[in-house]
């Protein structure tokens, strides 16, 4: 059974940092780009950042440019976001995702992250 599973969400003040995980499971990372998207509350899905497989040059929505990084780790099969400077519009639900050819067509359940002003 193929699974994305997101921790690592929570309360924080603004200013503060969390780090996101995302295991996976039934599928091998390396073989995908990952990517973590999240929804504010009555709002679209969005991306935050996505990082090939290759783990060349990572991207990243210009709202997070500089406080968030993006990571993975092939050998514990898991990808990892972390966000410092937090505010309150980074408020939302945070979900991984891997994409093997065009579209993402693996999503994990979603983190729910909520920040404090």
């Known amino acids: 059974q193929v699974q994305l599973v997101e921790s690592g969400g929570g309360l924080v003040q603004a200013g503060g940092s969390l780090r996101l995980s995302c295991a996976a499971s039934?599928?091998?990372?390396?073989?995908?780009?990952m990517g973590w998207f999240r929804q504010p509350p009555g709002k679209q899905r969005e991306v935050v950042a996505e990082i090939s497989r290759s783990a060349s040059i990572p991207l990243y929505a210009d709202p997070v440019k500089g406080r968030f990084t993006i990571s993975r780790d092939n050998g514990k099969n898991t990808v990892y976001l972390q966000m410092n400077s937090l505010k309150p519009e980074d408020t939302a639900v945070y979900y991984c995702?891997?994409?093997?050819?065009?579209?993402?067509?693996?999503w994990g359940q979603g983190t729910q992250v909520t920040v404090s002003s």
């Open positions: 995702a891997a994409r093997r050819d065009i579209s993402w067509q693996t």
């Open positions: 039934g599928l091998t990372i390396s073989n995908y780009d």
